[in-house]
Structure formats: structure tokens, C-alpha cells
């Protein structure tokens, strides 16, 4: 496999461009070079050499993507951490992840991870000029495992092979071909979303800089802020936080952008027409993609908002990455073929092997293995695929991956003998979730701030109703419709 | 208004959109209002502006992390606001 060699003949390559501008502050790749070497030295002298996999926590920070590529280099798998999660969901991944060693670029970890079974590394300022050599890796062996919400009330574990990243890769480049090493990218993404990836990794394959947010900041006016840099040239965002930034258009000139790219959410058209004017001098695309099958899988460009592809207002989700091979099924998981609408499954060098604990998420068609999204996909003429929605109780919240069961499943696990019902709604344009439980003897306010201890925070419900009794529809079933619009429709 | 109205409307709108956060004074942080996340900051500001009827500089915002910070922001924009008027 060529990708880690890749990676490394462009850090020496360009070892003069600048690698990275984090809180404002510059690294050439040859700075990121002996970052690298550093964490790498560490991991030689410090961590059993059985080490497969080691966890690092996302803060922002030169050190933090320093211990994932020495990492990597030597082949060893990385689990990236939320600083942001509540430690009991950051040790539920260590444990089921099998993480023993954590990488921290800052000494505050005590409440993001227990360490009673974790040796934490902090590799703050350690940098050498030693180079190593770079393992060999196998097909199939694991480059990153990241945690996503799921259907049965618990975390699903995705592993993504270095394989899988370099087909993934390789076919964005083949469709970018114009991101170049005098490009700034942007990188909006949480280090365990998997859209981060495409923030970090493409421009580090080119030569170019990488712009991140800073820690403890608000991160959307720090984006509105570093868009407006006149050195970005790409930046990638989920259509959220062009909504959250959308009172200040106006103020914001953003024509040095050459490149808009969008992914995590459906892209509305009438959100980008807002935005029409003040992105005079860019091209726009929308990525699609599950994290099962490798950051994007499928990609649609247009040149201008006006001419764009869509379906019921929202952008096309364009055609499949030259590895991936993108089918729709009906319910029986027979293909079907020319213009239709059903579930879309993904085969092809980009999807997983499995979950870490193996779930039947396939279709196997003609000895080729598919993913089962779950999304809802219309296909049109011309092969255009079109986002319709979801098959399952799956939602996005600001581009993360929410399923309500798993917010039911930990309704239920803190309080005993209560009906609990999780629903999604929209209010000023923002996604957002309530849970409703069926006794008013209990205070909204403590389960809220137990469930901020216990969940991400993109899953904690914006809002906890009480109520005597729930509405019931005619055949028994709770009346989750009725829930909606008696409480939560304005 | 006066500052002390000022102070006190700000603090009510703080309430209203940090429903869940406890006691909330001129002297409450970012560090003290688990709540206050990204996202509620923009919910903030939205409601801020609607009540004084000002646009706040989106850069300065991104420094403002205390109710006070707010109160004294507010009382400099509509004092100057009234010299120009």
C-alpha cells in the first residue's frame, strides 16, 4: 500500500509550505515532521510494542494530528476522543475500542477520560529530529475506529481500514484535481466526525495548510471569523453552519473562496440562495457519505446555485466515488434499476469490513458486499442520486448522527418504569430534540443535566417534556405525530 | 434605559434562553453556565439584538464570555448610539 509513503514524500517534499495554522499560530511540514518523530520516539521507548491501537484526544492542537500520524507511520490503529464528551462515553469507547495508551497534547484530561485503566502519553512540545521507518500494513488492518450513534440504544464502533483510506483518497483527488499545495483548507469538524478527515488528510496529501478551530472557542462566529481570512481558499461545513452564520452575510466578504465544500446534512437550496452573492468567486460541492464506507461516497459539483441539481429543494448528493459502487435495493434487497427511489447501499474498496461487534448491515448481490445505509435515495435519468430521507429513527443533529432510540435507551437506564419518547423537530430552522416521558414527578432539569453527563452533547434533548399520560393512536401505538404538533409545533 | 435596567434586562434574557442554568448574576462565565455552548451563543446574541435593537461586531463577540461582558457592550453601544442620534 502506498498511502502512508505518500504522506510522508509530501511532508519532505514541501517541507517549507506551511503544514498548519492552529490559534494562529504557523507550522511548516518540517516542523510537523519533527513533531511526529517525537510522539513516534515516545511510542517506541514508552508503549508496549503489542500496541495495535491507541486513542487520542481531539483537542486542537499541533501535537494531537503529530500522535495520529506517528500513529499511523507505525501502523498502529487511532481512536480519536471528544474532549467535549462526558467521560463516561469517552471510557465506554476506550473499553470496547480495547484502548489501554491515550495521547494528550494538554494536561487537562481528567474530565474526558477515568484513568484507572489508561496510561495517559502527553507528547506536549516534544518534537526529534530522528526519522523512523514506515511499518507495512496489510489489507484489512484498521487505520481508525470511530464510534456512531445506533439503532439498538448502543454506540456502533466503525473500523475503516488503511486500504479503505486510500481508495477514498485516491478517488477525491481523481475528482479534485485542483486542490494544490498553495491552498488553505479549512477544517470546521469535531477529530471524531469522520467529514475531520477530509479537512486533514487531503490537504496534507498536497502540501497544503490546514486552518482548525481553536479549543474553547465559539466555534461558529470562530469560523464566520476565519472564512473571512483572506488566505482560505477551501473551506468544508455542514449546511448548518452556514445557517448559524447566516445574520452576518453581509459583513463577511468571502470572495478569495475558491472552493465550497458541504457534507454531514442535506444541503437546502434555499439555504444557499442566501448565500449566493457572497460566495462570488467559488464552486460548490456536496458530499454524501456514511462513516461505514469511508468519510465521502459519493460527490456532486456545480458551478453555480442557480443551475444546481435538486429534489424537493434539496441538492443532489451527485454520483459515486470512482471506488465506490452505489446501488438501490427495494426492501428484499432486490436491485432496482433506472429511475427510482430506494434504499441505497454501497459496495466497493471503501466500505468497512464489519462493526467491532459484527451486526448483519449487509446485502451480499452477486458475491459483491453492500452496506445497508438506511437512507431513502432517489435516483434520477441521468444516474443523479437524490437524499430523501431516513428509513429508520435516525436523525441529524448539526451534522452529527443521532439515533433517538439510543437517547430512549438512556432516558430509561437513569429512571425506571417510565414510558420515554424521543423526537426530532425544527425550531428557527435548527434541528433539535425533545424526549417526553410519562410522569410529571419527575424534574426535567436534574434528567437533563444527568443525561449532559452521560451523552454527547449533540444528543442531549433541547427540551424534556412531562406529561400524565401519553396520546395513543387508534392501534395502541404511542402518538408520536400528535406529540409533535400539541408540544412541540409553533 | 438606565444601566441598571440595562443590567437587569440583560440578565433576563440570559434566564430566558439558559432555561436549565441555575442562578444566573452580571458575574456568571461561560465556565459557569454549562449550557452555553456555540450554539446557544448565537441564540443569545439573536435575542440580544431583538431586545436593544442592535447589531452587535461579529468579532468582538467571539471575546464576550460573561453576562458582564455583555452588559458593559451594550451599555457603550446605546450610550453612543444616543450621542450620534
Redesign the interface.
Known sequence: MKLLADFKNTFQKCQNNRAFCIDGKDFTYRQFLKFINGTAKLLSQEVPQKTKVIGVIGFDAIETYAAIFAAWFKGICVVPLNPKYPSERNNQILKVTGVEVVFSAKKEVDKIIVQDKTTVFFNTNIYSEDDFLLAETEEGQPMYILSTSGSTGLPKYVPISFANVEAYCDGFIQLFPELQEDDCFLQTYDLTSDAAFTGYLLPLLTGACVYTIPDN??????I??LISDKKITWAKMTPSVLA?IE??IS??DLSHLKQMVFGGEALPVALLQKWKNAFSNAKYSNLYGPTETTISSTTYRFPDFDNARAFNGIISIGKAFPAVDCILTDKNGNILKDEVEGELCIGGKQTMANYLNPVDCFYIIKNKKYYRTGDLVYRDKEGYLYFKGRLDDQVKI?GYRVNLIEIEVSVKELISDVSVVAIDYIE?G?SKIAVFIDSVDIS??KL??EL?DKLP?QMVPEKIIALEVFPFTGSGKIDREKLRINYLCK | MSKANIKDEVIFVFKKVFE?APEVSEFSSVEDI?EW???N???LI?SLEKKFNITFD??Q??EMRSVKDFIEYINQKLENGSQGG
Open positions: 472557542t465559539f466555534k461558529f462566529l470562530a464566520a471569523k448559524y445574520p452576518y459583513k463577511l448539526n428557527n435548527f426535567a432539569q437533563k443535566s449532559q452533547p | 436549565n454549562k455552548d456555540s450554539l451563543h448565537m441564540i439573536n461579529l468579532f463577540l467571539i
